[in-house]
T-cell receptor, first 112, second 119 residues
Framework: GQNIDQPTEMTATEGAIVQINCTYQ??????LFWYQQHAGEAPTFLSY????GLEEKGRFSSFLSRSKGYSYLLLKELQMKDSASYLC?????????????FGKGTKLSVIP | GAGVSQSPRYKVTKRGQDVALRCDPI?????LYWYRQALGQGPEFLTY????????KSGLPNDRFSAERPEGSISTLTIQRTEQRDSAMYRC?????????????????FGPGTRLTVL
């Protein structure tokens, strides 16, 4: 099975840096996704990590350590529009199913 | 189309009625997924298609839930004899990768969802 843990809520100041952690325990793990979901909207893809290390994409970076079952999403130069829920999800991959298993999400509030 | 579309966007029904939720994936996407999302939670996997073949239905809660994708494009999720506990946001996602995908590197694009309320 899969068990994904991430903080429920975080608050950060506009212009600052925030790190959202995610830990997982899964069998047959293949890769880790981060999605952003604004209130009342669909989740949208942010990043994907399959190998250990840091993936940088503009203001957003994502890190993965497979041996530790750990990932984080780093948001730099926070903007008010970054207020949203951030969902960590694992993918099993392999033959058959690429279903995503999501954590409960971290609600980030960016304050002036 | 430009993105994944779902209809209806809102559905209110009485307990015991059947409902059909429709998903129209991004043109050319061969994989289609159904998820259910409760308020304040992440999406929960229900079922998955490659083309018209249902590959995995392990997430369907019980036999009142079924899904089909007869021509490998539009999909319908049907809930029979609805119960109040079925109330949730039902989301569809599609991705380019199907049988050729390795290591699950395909990206799933989510639709706006259907908000189902069972009275």
């Amino acid at each position: 099975g899969q068990n994904i843990d991430q903080p429920t809520e975080m608050t950060a100041t506009e212009g600052a840096i925030v790190q959202i952690n995610c830990t997982y325990q899964t069998s047959g793990f293949n890769g880790l996704f981060w999605y952003q979901q604004h209130a009342g909207e669909a989740p949208t893809f942010l990043s994907y990590n399959v190998l250990d290390g840091l993936e940088e994409k503009g203001r957003f970076s994502s890190f993965l350590s497979r041996s530790k079952g750990y990932s984080y999403l780093l948001l730099k130069e926070l903007q008010m529009k970054d207020s949203a829920s951030y969902l960590c999800a694992t993918s099993l991959g392999g033959a058959g199913s690429y279903q995503l298993t999501f954590g409960k999400g971290t609600k980030l509030s960016v304050i002036p | 189309g430009a993105g994944v579309s779902q209809s209806p966007r809102y559905k209110v029904t009485k307990r015991g009625q059947d409902v059909a939720l429709r998903c129209d994936p991004i043109s050319g996407h061969v994989s289609l997924y159904w998820y259910r999302q409760a308020l304040g939670q992440g999406p929960e996997f229900l079922t998955y298609f490659n083309y018209e073949a249902q590959q995995d239905k392990s997430g369907l809660p019980n036999d009142r839930f079924s899904a089909e994708r007869p021509e490998g494009s539009i999909s319908t999720l049907t809930i029979q004899r609805t119960e109040q506990r079925d109330s949730a946001m039902y989301r569809c996602a599609s991705s380019l990768a199907g049988r050729d995908v390795v290591h699950g590197t395909d990206t799933q694009y989510f639709g706006p969802g259907t908000r189902l309320t069972v009275l």
